[in-house]
């Protein structure tokens, strides 16, 4: 098992910054991957990005040019570095930790993007 605790979530205007943290209890190196994915009112949760034990990131389409995951194993921290935030960005933010079999989640963090 893994807690989860995200941070950073706020409220910042369109094209601001901004970077999530997603504090681990166990070593990043024993996790498979850590991703971050998000939730915006009344659509599905969607991936975001990740990033494996090995640093290799990917990520999707929504994300790919604005968004950086990153990790700090001595922190035990996982990272989601926001750039030109559009208001469509709006959602609560959601920490994973993915193993083969199951994946954890944090309580999320809610970002709000205004106009």
């Known amino acids: 098992q893994v807690q989860l605790v995200e941070s950073g979530g706020a409220l910042v205007q369109a094209g601001g910054s901004l970077t999530l943290s997603c504090a681990a209890s166990r070593s990043l190196l024993t996790i498979n991957s850590m991703g971050w994915c998000r939730q915006a009112p009344g659509k599905e949760r969607e991936l975001v990005g990740f990033i494996t034990s090995r640093g290799s990131t990917n990520y999707v389409d929504s994300g790919e040019d604005r968004f950086t995951v990153s990790r700090d194993n001595a922190k035990n921290t996982v990272y989601l570095q926001m750039n030109s935030l559009k208001p469509e960005d709006t959602a609560v933010y959601y920490c994973?930790?993915?193993?083969?079999?199951?994946?954890?989640w944090g309580q999320g963090t809610q970002v709000t993007v205004s106009s």
């Open positions: 994973a930790a993915i193993f083969s079999t199951e994946s954890y």
